[in-house]
């Protein structure tokens, strides 16, 4: 298939579809390549309906595959943590490149409200340990 | 050496698909051009929010891109321009935070700083040209004009 320019209508290197996994507690997504804008707000609706269906208490968005993060895709990710954290489940998004990092800043989005961890690995650790793993594990815990 | 080839082109911005074919072509230029890692993420980055305003704010247009050189420097101009209602106030355009609806307001002024050097004409009825530049090695002198 092609446009009316020729090219082909899915772009070599873009994303039509993000892969969510379940993890336990935890929904691990990972975007890689380049996202549609329709895309990334298609997975925001996604991961607020999967949150309420499933119970999962934590979300990690791997963006280590990501070479370009933008004030829209940003965005989206402000408001998966915001949406997620009204759902009851707290997001971590993992192994942001350097060069993004630094892309990001100098844009002038530095994001305050996301919690973030090196990779995907250190941000399950980080829900482990703060006691997304179970709510109810966490509140027996406080009370003992 | 850099060469033009796969430098000079026109794309549409009418989908955002056509973003994505913006991120890859500057990319792949910048690339070609010599620029670094973040030299290159600095530029698609900023490509990437005017070309969204192109189609969001300026109903689509297109992005010219071309090679430039300086003395020695070798650069990028890229020039995203629209038939759309234009912008009325400039500077408030540019403000950080200042959005006329939807957006974070960040993609104006954020990709000015991500740029060497970048230039708004703009006619209220008419439509809107961002033209920016950025060089591969370190910027000539003239930073603000080109
Ligand atoms: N090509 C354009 N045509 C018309 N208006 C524009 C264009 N680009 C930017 N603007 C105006 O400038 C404002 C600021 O742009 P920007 O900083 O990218 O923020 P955002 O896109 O998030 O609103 C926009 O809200 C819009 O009013
Ligand atoms: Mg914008």
Redesign the interface.
């Known amino acids: 298939m092609s ?1 009316s ?1 020729g ?1 082909p ?1 899915s ?1 070599p ?2 994303s039509a579809h993000v892969p969510v996994l379940r993890l336990g507690d935890v929904l691990l997504v990972t975007l890689q390549g ?1 996202l ?3 895309v990334a707000q298609q997975l925001q609706e996604d991961i607020g309906a999967t949150i309420a269906t499933s119970g999962v208490t934590g979300v990690v968005i791997d963006i280590s595959g990501m ?6 895709l ?2 989206v990710l402000a408001e998966i943590a915001a949406q997620s954290s009204l759902l009851a489940a707290r997001t971590v998004v993992a192994g942001m ?4 990092a ?2 990001l800043v ?4 530095t994001l305050p409200g996301l919690r973030t961890a090196l990779n995907a690995e250190a941000a399950m650790d980080l829900l482990a340990r703060t006691g997304s793993g179970s709510r109810f594990r966490r509140s027996s815990a406080e009370h003992p | 050496m850099p060469t033009s080839a796969g430098v000079e082109a026109c794309l549409p911005i009418g989908s955002d698909l056509d973003l994505v074919w913006v991120r890859q072509h500057v990319r792949q230029a910048a690339a070609r051009l010599g620029f670094g890692l973040v030299e290159q993420t600095k530029l698609v980055t900023a490509a990437s929010e005017l070309a969204r305003n192109t189609l969001v704010h300026g109903g689509g247009g297109r992005m010219d891109s071309a090679q430039v050189t300086r003395g020695r420097a070798v650069g990028l101009r890229l020039a995203f321009s629209d038939d759309g209602p234009g912008i009325a106030d400039l500077e408030l355009a540019l403000k950080d935070g200042y959005t006329s609806g939807g957006g974070l307001g960040m993609g104006l002024g954020g990709a000015r700083r991500l740029v060497h050097e970048f230039s708004l004409e703009s006619t209220v009825g008419v439509g809107t040209t961002v033209t920016v530049v950025s060089w591969a090695s370190a910027p000539p002198r003239l930073r603000e004009e080109f």
């Open positions: 446009d320019y090219r209508v772009v290197g873009a380049d549609y804008d329709s070479e370009v993060v933008d004030s829209y940003g965005r490149r350097p060069a993004v630094i892309t100098e844009l002038g989005l």
